[in-house]
Antibody
């Protein structure tokens, strides 16, 4: 059974960089079939897609966040990571990692991590 | 622009059935979508992929009470024999080559 687990600081100061890692178990992140992504949910609000990555390092980002986001992959550790720069209180959210589609473009997000709350506050 | 529209709320009685709707934006009526359930204080759970022809494939362990159907640009999630644990937010989601889109979610109340 594929499992994803987010990890990283729960508190980040305004203007600093939010950094999170997702560890994948029960499957290989180097699969040539799948993308791996990040989604966030501000308190009391809906889901917002941040971006995703293929094992080769190819990425797609939400245009609204593209200027501040970097997603990277470490296949040796079966992990992928999120960096969000210059954060503000509006970036406070639960951040989820997920298996995010496939190369045939016929697949939805189908596995989710449990999520981790990141609060932006001084 | 690829957009998904959902009603903010719905309600139905325990043991009854409910049909939730997700509408694709103009020009995107052939797109498949996925339905995800988010119970209170929990992360989302993938329910199913739903194609434009109404065929669907469910995620692991999803009960038969959950089914999907399609008509034009509308995608439906039907939950039969409603149980208290079905009270949750339901999100539809679709995708393109370089983008993923979520609907705003429907909050389902089981009366």
């Amino acid at each position: 059974q594929l499992q994803l687990q987010e990890s990283g600081p729960g508190l980040v100061k305004p203007s600093e960089t939010l950094s999170l890692t997702c560890t994948v178990s029960g499957g290989s992140i180097s699969s040539r079939s799948y993308y791996w992504g990040w989604i966030r949910q501000p308190p009391g609000k809906g889901l917002e897609w941040i971006g995703n990555i293929y094992y080769s390092g190819s990425t797609y980002y939400n245009p609204s966040l593209k200027s501040r986001v970097t997603i990277s992959v470490d296949t040796s550790k079966n992990q992928f990571s999120l960096k969000l720069r210059s954060v503000t209180v509006a970036d406070t959210a639960v951040y989820y990692c997920a298996r995010d589609g496939c190369t045939s473009n016929s697949c939805p997000i189908d596995y989710w991590g449990q999520g981790t709350l990141v609060t932006v506050s001084s | 622009q690829l957009v998904l529209t959902q009603s903010p709320s719905a309600s139905a009685s325990l043991g009854a059935s409910v049909k939730l709707t997700c509408t694709l934006s103009s020009g995107h009526s052939s797109y498949a979508i996925a339905w995800h359930q988010q119970q209170p204080e929990k992360g989302p759970r993938y329910l199913m992929k739903l194609n434009s022809d109404g065929s669907h494939s469910k995620g692991d362990g999803i009960p038969d009470r959950f089914s999907g159907s399609s008509s034009g640009a509308e995608r439906y999630l039907t939950i039969s024999s409603l149980q208290s644990e079905d009270e949750a937010d339901y999100y539809c989601q679709t995708w393109g080559t370089d983008i993923r889109v979520f609907g705003g979610g429907t909050e389902l109340t089981v009366l």
